[in-house]
């Protein structure tokens, strides 16, 4: 029963997305039930915290320091008179992209869609589902990857847009939760997902809650067994940058135990920690021995050999994935705040701080290194350009990337 429920609610939204096509002009009805204006640096009125405090009380900016953003680089949230968002606008000014968004509440539902409003495809839907009691028993969500952005829709009818969104395996993120519910409050979530790439997914969500009866965390379980923390109950009054700090330190404690668990070749010379901007910032790591980076030095002498150093031996050694659990906790805490705030840097900066102390502590001392050892996080698809600014902030020192230089490494 809850598989086939799941597949009926899958079509569901599917079926909603397709009809939003036609309702585009829905946005200005909606505008124009705005009573109050906010403006707020990032992402709030989520429908994932619908039901909680956090949804009608956004938390101020948590990160105290950093770049002023020009006022078309916020969110701009527009509030009926109940106080209920009714209408949100955002973008890039930059790129002049621009989204919009209009929320709507029934007895028995609650929904969000959002357009992209220069190819005026409907970018994203979320929608609560609840029963004659009010008691929340499914959650539907459906995002377009890229949200909707494609000069290639520009002349495309309503029905031509959605034949070209389905056709191709990796244009949408779908999520979908059922409910269980005992004594009224969910325990576990049946839950299918559909990621570009990677496919259809089922997992499940289960809840633990506080001595309190405050929900604690929602823990995700595979059908393989593996399981990730999908939420922690927010810290109060966080201070981000210690934070930070306590994610750094214990992820590179893990990346340690990582290596010796896996008996890596050694001394090592280079540690890479790859990881996805604005995606995914538990690294994976490819560790590079010392008779490695040696043997493709001498196999190749005054030559460039960038590519062979950093680049090639993701293809001979895959990488190796970090185990969680010692950092779960506080990085999942930091990974909601760094999304809800679009801070992406933050987490790149993060990483840098992992980088800094399994350089400058040669592991801690726990396995063999070089002197020249460095361990760096870097996205290639994003850093290639900035790589030494990138090894600089992850500890290695100006001796070594001159030594690196002289030998044709970088």
């Known amino acids: 029963m809850p598989q086939m429920y799941l597949d009926l609610l899958k079509q569901n939204i599917l079926s909603r997305w397709k009809q939003a096509f036609v309702e585009f002009d829905l946005l200005q009805e909606f ?32 990160f105290p320091v950093g770049n ?10 527009g509030l009926a008179e109940d106080g209920m968002p009714c209408y949100t606008s955002y973008g890039k000014p930059a790129n002049n992209v621009f ?13 969000y869609i959002e357009y992209n409003l220069e190819t005026q495809i409907p970018s994203g839907i979320k929608r609560i589902r609840f029963d004659e009691n009010g008691q929340k028993i499914a959650y539907q969500s459906l995002m377009v990857n890229g949200r909707g952005i494609g000069e290639e829709y520009a002349d495309m009818t309503a029905e031509e847009k ?5 056709s191709y395996e990796h244009s949408l993120f779908c999520n979908i939760e059922q409910y269980e519910i005992i004594d009224g409050r969910i325990v576990k979530a049946d839950c299918l997902g559909i990621v570009p790439g990677v496919g259809e ?11 309190d009866g405050i929900l604690d965390e929602i823990r995700m379980v595979y059908e393989s067994g593996e399981n990730e923390l999908a939420y922690v109950r927010p810290v109060a009054n966080l201070d981000i940058q210690s934070l930070m700090n306590t994610v750094a330190e214990s992820m590179a404690v893990a990346i340690v135990d990582t290596l010796e668990e896996q008996e890596v070749e050694t001394p090592l010379s280079l540690l890479e920690l790859n990881y996805h901007y604005a995606d995914t910032y538990i690294p ?12 493709i030095s001498r196999q190749h002498p005054d030559e460039d050999i960038f590519d062979l150093i950093f680049l090639a031996t993701e293809l001979d050694h895959a990488y190796l994935e970090v185990n969680r659990e010692k950092f779960e906790r506080p990085f999942t805490q930091l990974i909601k705040i760094i999304s809800k705030e679009e801070k992406w840097e933050m987490g790149s900066l993060m990483l840098r701080k992992v980088g800094h102390i399994l350089t400058t502590t040669k592991l801690f001392g726990r396995i063999p290194v070089s002197e020249e050892f460095t361990a760096y996080a870097v996205d290639w698809g994003a850093e290639m350009e900035d790589f030494e600014d990138v090894l600089r902030e992850c500890g290695a020192t100006g001796a ?4 690196w230089k002289e030998r044709g490494w970088l």
């Open 99 to 111: 989204w919009a968004g209009y929320y709507s509440y029934g007895k028995e539902w609650v929904e």
């Open 162 to 166: 959605v034949s070209s969104i389905v």
């Open 31 to 62: 505008k124009s039930k705005i009573a109050t204006e906010k403006y707020i640096p990032g992402y709030r009125y989520d429908l994932d915290d619908y039901g909680t405090p956090a949804f009608l009380q956004p938390d101020e900016k948590v």
């Open 400 to 403: 070594t990337i001159a030594a």
């Open 201 to 211: 997914i089922k997992y499940e969500n289960l809840y633990r809650y506080g001595d």
């Open 284 to 295: 994976s790591l490819s560790p590079r021995s010392v008779a490695v980076t040696r043997q």
């Open 68 to 77: 002023v953003r020009e006022l078309g680089d916020y969110h701009f949230y």
